[in-house]
């Protein structure tokens, strides 16, 4: 079975702070993806970044950066010069090839952001 | 514009009664499905569908339901068995790839027992 653990139930930062968002997961597959995907108050999770299990390589984009570690099965999501308008609940997820196709995510806890300008 | 509408976005219901969310999505997407969120919690997977009239129970399907008659849509009955329906459902959709493809969202339907 799978598991993503997302330890920080929420974060505050002051406007312009970088911040950092954890994310373990857990999977006995060698093939896997891993996601985030970002809920504001709206309610519809917006697709982040996609990242699969044989590429190590960092991603920047814009002011969001991800650090993927196979070594210590981290996924972790770095906003630098927060903005108010980051202030939502950020989700981990993973996929795991189970023969079948696509056959949904699991998901971690959520983060809930804070940025207080 | 493509993408996923997810109806009713509130809809309350009296204990016993069973009662419908709809979505619909416009994208073409082969898979569908659905998930459960609580306050504080991830979202958990009800029921997912990879194809017209298959569709397979996820790690939560006790009291639900669901169909797929036509590609577009993915209707999901909470029966009046699911001892705890409050709570924010939402829908999504894919490509069917396989794991390496980004799931897209509806905005959601808040079910509330009454």
């Known amino acids: 079975a799978q598991k993503v653990t997302q330890a920080q139930t929420e974060i505050s930062v002051v406007e312009k702070e970088d911040v950092t968002l954890d994310c373990v997961y857990e999977?006995?597959?060698?093939?896997?993806?891993l996601f985030w995907y970002k809920q504001p108050p709206s309610g519809e999770l917006v697709f982040l970044i996609r990242?699969?299990?044989?590429?190590?390589q960092n991603e920047i984009s814009g002011r969001y950066s991800w650090n993927f570690q196979k070594s210590t099965s981290s996924f972790n999501f770095t906003i630098t010069a927060s903005q108010v308008v980051d202030s939502a609940v950020y989700f981990c997820?993973?996929?795991?090839?189970?023969?079948?196709?696509?056959?949904?995510?699991?998901f971690g806890k959520g983060t809930h952001l804070i940025i207080q300008p | 514009d493509g993408g996923i509408t997810q109806s009713p976005k509130y809809l309350f219901r009296k204990e016993g009664q069973n009662v419908t969310l709809s979505c619909e999505q416009n994208?073409?997407?082969?898979?569908m499905y659905w998930y459960r969120q609580d306050p504080g919690q991830g979202l958990r997977l009800i029921y997912y569908?990879?194809?017209?009239?298959?569709?397979q129970k996820g790690d939560i399907a006790e009291g639900y339901s669901v169909s797929r008659e036509k590609k577009e849509s993915f209707p999901l009955t909470v029966t009046s068995a699911q001892k705890n329906p409050t709570a924010f459902y939402l829908c999504?959709?894919?490509?069917?790839?396989?794991?390496?493809?980004?799931?897209?969202f509806g905005q959601g339907t808040r079910l509330t027992v009454v």
């Open positions: 999504a959709s894919s490509i069917f790839q396989g794991m390496n493809t980004e799931a897209f």
């Open positions: 999977t006995r597959d060698t093939t896997y993806y």
């Open positions: 990242r699969n299990s044989f590429d190590e």
């Open positions: 997820a993973l996929s795991v090839y189970s023969g079948g196709g696509a056959d949904g995510l699991t």
């Open positions: 994208l073409n997407h082969d898979a």
């Open positions: 569908s990879q194809i017209v009239n298959d569709f």
